[in-house]
């Protein structure tokens, strides 16, 4: 299998995907054939990156506002994705089509940290 399609029609997780790093990740994973969780505080510049990305691409996106600062603190407690990320984000969008995530880009950032 081609490196380019091993992403085809799976699901990648994006944090920080209203701007900066996490929208270049999102606009690189679509162009890979991803579908794409994405996820930011910033409602408007996750609409921003949808568009971006759909301009190119035809893949599934789920948007996800939630703020998930948290969820990293508790990850490096240990307590892991499915308990933190998976229930915050999908939360307000329960859909089992998102419920295996295949790639996990965290790019929020904490203050302090």
Do not use: W
């Amino acid at each position: 299998m081609s490196d380019d399609k091993f992403l085809t029609k799976k699901v990648v997780l994006i944090t920080g995907a209203g701007s900066g790093f996490g929208r270049a990740f999102a606009i690189a994973f679509a162009n890979k054939g991803a579908n794409l969780v994405l996820n930011d505080i910033n409602m408007k510049g996750l609409e921003e990156t949808r568009d971006l990305v759909l301009k190119d691409n035809n893949v599934e996106i789920l948007l996800a506002q939630a703020d998930i600062s948290e969820c990293v603190i508790k990850i490096a407690n240990e307590q892991g994705i499915e308990n933190c990320f998976m229930a915050d984000i999908f939360k307000y969008h329960p859909s089992k089509k998102y419920d295996t995530i295949t790639l996990f880009e965290n790019n929020i950032g904490l203050a302090g940290t």
